[in-house]
């Protein structure tokens, strides 16, 4: 081991001496060098090295090309067939299309524990048009041990003001309590903050009769299914109409509160309570009648949308 390291190092240390001697001995050689022997030197001869940067690239050998500026794989023209490809207009998803859509909400179809007997209620609304332009259809009403207590039908058209409100007008027709009564009807309707649904109707009937509605509902997410929806509506009306059992003023209340699981989004079977309560003449009316002014009532229902 100790000849194979030995051996290249002094190999190395002759061949150093060696450079570095030739090196002392060219640097004594020019120090002895008569320069003035370098004054004839003719330096005309060194024009002729001008030339040489035009001399011609020697033969088999090929001059030296620039980088290419393009590059050289051809790009094929798009045609009217890729075009469409990769922009395809998607039908119906321009803003203010002219697509009719519809929808159709019962948004409460209800057994109820009356104090009279069982009850079924309902409160459904649907719509179609576009964007901006509506029909609204609406439908509310109770029947209790098989009698119609109270039945109406709104038919309105819907203009949208902003993208949450819209103005509502059209009709409205009461066919219970009493005679059939129809009333022009115009309101607003919408979502306000934190999606809080409301709906504010003003209604002018027969013989001067006026009244308004207000009503509203917000949904809690307890869970992505599990729902709690708390809701409320109040009447009022313009003058007394005994005939109906309706007095001036506030009429009546209702809250109610219901739990609904989400089986399916377009199916909701739910779970609630609801409060009614009748206040002044109509309150009187109801008392002639041998009806309570106020009653909660336990309710069991299902919602539904197409």
Not at 9 to 36: E, I, K
Not at 96 to 115: G, K, P, R, T, V
Not at 169 to 192: E, L
Not at 199 to 212: D, H, Y
Request: proline share 4%; hydrophobic share 40%.
């Amino acid at each position: 081991m100790t000849t194979v390291f030995h051996y290249p190092l002094a190999l190395l240390a002759s061949l150093t001496l060696g450079a570095t001697g030739s090196a002392w001995a060219a640097s004594d050689d020019m120090q002895g060098m008569d320069h003035s022997q370098m004054q004839g030197m003719d330096h005309s001869q060194m024009q002729g090295m001008d030339s040489m940067q035009s001399m011609e690239p020697m033969q088999g050998m090929e001059p030296m090309q620039s980088a290419p500026t393009s590059s050289r794989t051809p790009i094929p023209e798009l045609t009217a067939a890729d075009r469409a490809a990769v922009y395809e207009d998607h039908g119906g998803h321009a803003v203010h299309d002219s697509a009719i859509n519809s929808l159709l909400l019962i948004d409460q179809l209800e057994w109820q524990d009356a104090d009279d007997g069982s009850a079924l209620s309902w409160d459904a609304s649907g719509w179609i048009g576009g964007d901006i332009d509506r029909l609204w259809l609406r439908s509310e009403g109770e029947r209790t041990n098989g009698k119609t207590e109270h039945a109406e039908l709104q038919a309105l058209w819907g203009h949208a003001v902003s993208p949450w409100w819209d103005v509502v007008a059209g009709v409205r027709q009461d066919f219970k309590p009493g005679a059939p009564q129809t009333w022009a009807a115009f309101g607003v309707q919408g979502m306000a903050l934190y999606n809080f649904e409301a709906e504010a109707t003003a209604f002018i009937g027969e013989g001067g009769q006026s009244a308004m509605r207000l009503e509203g509902d917000y949904d809690i997410l307890l869970t992505n299914r599990l729902i709690l929806q708390p809701t409320a509506e109040a009447n009022f009306y313009g003058k007394n109409d005994p005939d109906r059992g309706v007095g001036s003023g506030l009429s009546d209340t209702e809250v109610g509160v219901r739990l609904r699981y989400e089986i399916r989004r377009e199916f909701a079977p739910y779970i609630g309570v609801t409060w009614n309560r009748v206040y002044g003449n109509t309150a009187d009316y109801a008392r002639e009648e041998g009806e309570d002014r106020s009653e909660a009532r336990l309710v069991l229902g299902v919602r539904m949308w197409f």
